[in-house]
Nanobody
Framework: QMQLEESGGGSVQAGGSLRLSCAGS????????MGWFRQPPGMEREGVAA???????TYRDSVKGRFTISRDNSKMTLWLQMNSLKPEDTAMYYC???????????????????????RGQGTQVTVSS
């Protein structure tokens, strides 16, 4: 079993920055693909950024150039640096891990692999205009 815990969320004004962290425990995650997904109020979950075991990152179009995902397997930590935040980035943000084979089949930003892997409890990000 793996446990994931997010931190770093909060309330910021548009244009501000936040750095989300995801601390893992219980099992090594260097064999997994990882990522961040979010659920805006009243909307479906959506993949935000993902990173594979080689450190190759994928971003949804709306966050490209503003968000950066990174991982440190030795520290069992995943980060999401979010700059130039916009009100439409407001959501509950979750980190998750999943089988790389599932992401390859479903898409790097798919949220389905997290259903069969592990995910945290989420951290709220609120961006005001």
């Amino acid at each position: 079993q793996m446990q994931l815990e997010e931190s770093g969320g909060g309330s910021v004004q548009a244009g501000g920055s936040l750095r989300l962290s995801c601390a893992g425990s219980g099992q090594r995650f260097d064999q997994y693909c990882m990522g961040w997904f979010r659920q805006p109020p009243g909307m479906e979950r959506e993949g935000v950024a993902a990173i594979d075991t080689d450190g190759i990152a994928t971003y949804r179009d709306s966050v490209k150039g503003r968000f950066t995902i990174s991982r440190d397997n030795s520290k069992m930590t995943l980060w999401l640096q979010m700059n130039s935040l916009k009100p439409e980035d407001t959501a509950m943000y979750y980190c998750g891990v999943g089988a790389c084979s599932a992401f390859k089949a479903l898409g790097a930003l798919s949220v389905q692999p997290y259903e069969h892997g592990y995910r945290g409890q989420g951290t709220q990000v609120t961006v005001s205009s």
